[in-house]
């Protein structure tokens, strides 16, 4: 579903104008290390601790992508490449930190919506343009955009693709919103170049309006060689559905996020390991609050526990810090926030429009939205 509209007209409506100019802010200036800082290379820094990130130069820097396009899909390779994708068939690619940006965007895709990308590094990488009907398609490149190859166009109008996300380099599943009242799964096991649906007998029932919000990139997440996990909204009940066998079968459980309007869900899953998720949404509408629009789970998404203090207004990205046990981002159109203790707390450090975030194992970490704002953490 797109994250922008209701379950009865999402198929023809996108970020709205009004909502984009809302969240312009004369205060995207944000906290950036001092440029002697920001220029060091990262072994010269310090490690990624709390302490580093509550430090005074911490935040994002944004960077100059040259693009007005607003990027929803977003895959941090290391603190030096990335890839972002969205609105108007965009696709660009950082290989120097965010210095310079190339327009590597699949040729005659200027009318699709991309809402995800899954980049496996530098040259290889999925995309994911989002729709009822055709609108949703898969590309894939392996020569760092040079050439891109169409390897699937949704022939169901009756199925509109949301997420995707990768296991390993081969298999990997793309999420649809319900079609005979059961979400859709889409599997691969050649690196995204063939696709094909799975039985739906082990999937549960959706509820009446429910469905997955395109707002990030992060509304199926995966972690491990067979984990993935699937987060909902627009129903009586914001859900997460959880798999161990890549989307054959799947098992369902409540969260106390907020719900009862279409509006409302999650909108982002973050898992570490097999055990530890946290879940971030709300009410996407700017004059609607979102209060309680965080959980956390320490069995796998068994079971969900309120945020004691969670962020103050709706968020749809979310990424654990890299080889952390307690820090993670959460990012939103009116600003992020940082948890130093497994996301039971959350601080906001910044308050510039972010709509999705990612992380790096080197450590580098991501966060990019509308107008063409991409940004890079520094500590």
């Known amino acids: 579903m797109d994250?922008?509209?209701?379950?009865?007209?999402?198929?023809?409506?996108?970020?709205?104008?009004s909502y984009a100019t809302t969240h312009a802010r004369a205060s995207y200036a944000t906290t950036l290390a001092p440029a002697s800082y920001a220029t060091r290379p990262a072994s010269a820094r310090d490690p990624l601790?709390?302490?580093s990130l509550t430090a005074p130069h911490a935040g994002w820097q944004l960077k100059d992508s040259g693009s007005t396009a607003r990027f929803r899909g977003l895959a941090a390779v290391s603190r030096t490449t990335a890839w972002a994708a969205g609105t108007g068939g965009t696709v660009l690619r950082t290989r120097d930190g965010g210095k310079h940006w190339r327009d590597i965007s699949p040729p005659g895709a200027g009318a699709l919506e991309f809402r995800d990308i899954?980049?496996?590094?530098a040259r290889r990488a999925v995309v994911l343009a989002i729709g009822e009907g055709a609108a949703s398609r898969v590309f894939r490149t392996d020569d760092a955009g040079a050439t891109w190859t169409e390897s699937f166009r949704n022939p169901d109008p009756r199925a509109f693709y949301d997420c995707l996300t990768f296991f390993d380099r081969r298999h990997g599943i793309a999420l649809s919103d319900p079609v005979d009242g059961r979400y859709r799964i889409l599997s691969t096991g050649d690196g995204g170049r063939s696709w094909r649906v799975l039985p739906s007998d082990g999937m549960p029932p959706a509820q009446q309006g429910e469905a997955a919000f395109a707002a990030s990139g992060q509304c199926l997440v995966s972690s491990g060689s067979h984990d993935a996990w699937i987060a909902t909204g627009g129903a009586a009940t914001a859900r997460v559905l959880h798999t161990a066998d890549r989307g054959r079968t799947w098992t369902v459980t409540d969260t106390p996020?907020?719900?009862?309007?279409?509006?409302r869900g999650i909108f982002a899953l973050a898992v570490r390991g097999r055990g530890h998720a946290l879940a971030v949404g709300g009410d996407y509408r700017p004059d609607q609050l979102s209060p309680h629009a965080a959980a956390v789970?320490?069995?796998?998404?068994?079971?969900?526990?309120p945020a004691d203090a969670p962020p103050k207004a709706y968020r749809s990205g979310a990424a654990w810090l890299p080889h952390s046990r307690r820090l993670a981002l959460a990012v939103g159109p009116t600003g992020s926030n940082l948890t130093l203790d497994g996301g039971h707390t959350w601080h906001t450090f910044d308050t510039g429009s972010y709509d999705t975030v990612d992380c790096a194992p080197d450590p580098g970490c991501w966060a990019a939205g509308e107008k063409g704002r991409i940004a890079r953490l520094e500590w």
């Open 297 to 305: 789970s320490d069995d796998a998404g068994a079971t969900w526990t």
């Open 118 to 121: 899954e980049a496996f590094d």
């Open 3 to 17: 994250a922008t509209s209701s379950p009865a007209s999402y198929v023809t409506t996108h970020a709205s104008a």
């Open 257 to 263: 996020l907020p719900a009862g309007d279409p509006a």
């Open 49 to 51: 601790t709390a302490a």
